[in-house]
């Protein structure tokens, strides 16, 4: 392995108004330079922490140019001068790059080396690194279970949608003469069974959805004397549907007025959980099953009304998953969660929507609070 303690131990890092002069001067010129992308091999958390312990703040030219924010090309930009060679490091979100002279290193595996040696040089700047690491905010990224469930409730609707135009109209019988071939019933079948099992898992998602956004938004509004004790916090986040959001206004912040559980937008989160509970315990509930009415005299049948024979597979399939039921209560969730939302102050409301808006989120252990470390936008680039 090649020794860099000489280059590392003389690198200087110029102020950015020098490097301006260095990069047009016949320095930067005179090297081969090549450009390595390094990711995994190298941990960029510890390798910023030792250039900003010894040299302070990225001084590279990219630098000008970033704001305030997560949301950027390069995070940041280093750039060094050695006897007359300059070195550049710079930091994008899925990898390191360097621009290094040939001169001074000659393969990626030199550059790795190069990297290591350089993170390993931090026991020279212990005291400055302790410094660095007091201002260093740690989060955990995790992912949103709220965004989670309704990018799935998107994908079902938008198959569902698609399902429902491609299925051949099947509103005819064998009394006017007009039948399905068999190659339209084989097509029309397959297409109902497969809208009846999105319809059902869209069905089964509704109360998680609603149950998502509450303890969502219990997480993050929660009163800090809620937070601070945890056996309160869980009995809260525990307790049946009906007493947590008409406690909403009490163990939560921002509200300006409390939930009407009597309203008819609660009446119909009301009627969705005793679904769910026939759903969850497999409850065998008639009413809810029921596709239609027939009269017997011994084994006679007295047909009350005729249907055709597709319009009694698709009752069949469709008694308890039909689609546009699926989507009714999904549009009243919404509506529900909209109920919520503006009983909340308007600062309040900004910030949890667009908390709940966002695919990932950061977790403080420290301070103990939810952000929003990036935006729901990933963007990779190439360099040179």
């Known amino acids: 392995m090649k020794n860099f303690t000489e280059i590392i131990k ?19 010129k005179k090297d081969n330079v090549e450009n390595y992308k390094i990711s995994k091999e190298i941990n960029a958390y510890n390798l910023y922490l030792y250039l900003f312990a010894r040299f302070g703040k990225p001084n590279g030219l990219l630098s000008l140019f970033r ?23 710079m930091c994008t979100t899925y990898r390191i790059e360097v621009f290094m002279p040939t001169n001074l290193v000659s393969s990626q595996d030199e550059c790795i080396s190069f990297l290591k040696q350089l993170i390993e040089d931090i026991q020279n700047y212990k005291a400055e690194a302790t410094k660095t690491r007091k201002i260093i905010e740690n ?21 569902i949608e698609n399902l429902v135009s491609e299925i051949p109209d099947f509103k005819h019988s064998h009394v006017d ?11 029309w079948a397959q297409l109902t069974e497969e809208l009846s099992a999105k319809s059902y898992a869209l069905k089964c998602l509704v109360p998680v959805y609603i149950e998502t956004f509450l303890n969502f938004t219990i997480q ?16 809260y986040i525990r307790e049946q549907i009906h007493i947590k959001i008409q406690k909403l206004h009490e163990k939560c912040i921002g509200f300006i007025y409390p939930i009407d559980w009597e309203g008819d937008i609660c009446k119909s989160i009301h009627t969705i959980f005793n679904k769910r509970n026939d759903l969850l315990h497999g409850n065998f509930n008639i009413k809810s099953l029921k596709y239609g009415e027939i009269g017997f005299i011994k084994n006679m049948p007295l047909f009350k009304k005729f249907s055709s024979f597709q319009e009694d597979i698709l009752n069949l399939s469709l008694a308890t998953e039909n689609s546009n039921v699926a989507i009714k209560e ?24 667009r908390m709940l808006e966002s695919y990932t989120l950061g977790w403080n252990k420290s301070t103990k609070r939810f952000g929003i470390l990036f935006n729901n936008n990933s963007v990779d680039f190439k360099v040179g």
């Open 10 to 28: 003389e690198i200087k890092a110029p102020s950015i108004e020098d490097n301006i002069e260095l990069i047009k001067s016949s320095k930067a």
């Open 67 to 89: 704001e305030e924010d997560s949301d950027q090309m390069f995070h940041w930009h280093y750039i060094f001068e050695y006897n007359d060679s300059i070195i550049q490091i």
């Open 139 to 159: 989060w955990e990224m995790i992912v949103n279970p709220f965004a989670k469930v309704q990018k799935q409730i998107n994908i079902f609707i938008d198959e």
């Open 177 to 187: 003469g007009t039948e399905l071939s068999l190659e339209e019933f084989s097509k």
């Open 220 to 235: 993050i509004l929660a009163k800090q004397e809620i937070k601070d004790d945890r056996d309160k916090f869980e009995e």
């Open 330 to 353: 999904i549009e009243d969730a919404q509506l529900f969660m909209m109920y919520v939302l503006i009983s909340l102050d308007t600062s309040t409301r900004k910030e949890l929507k």
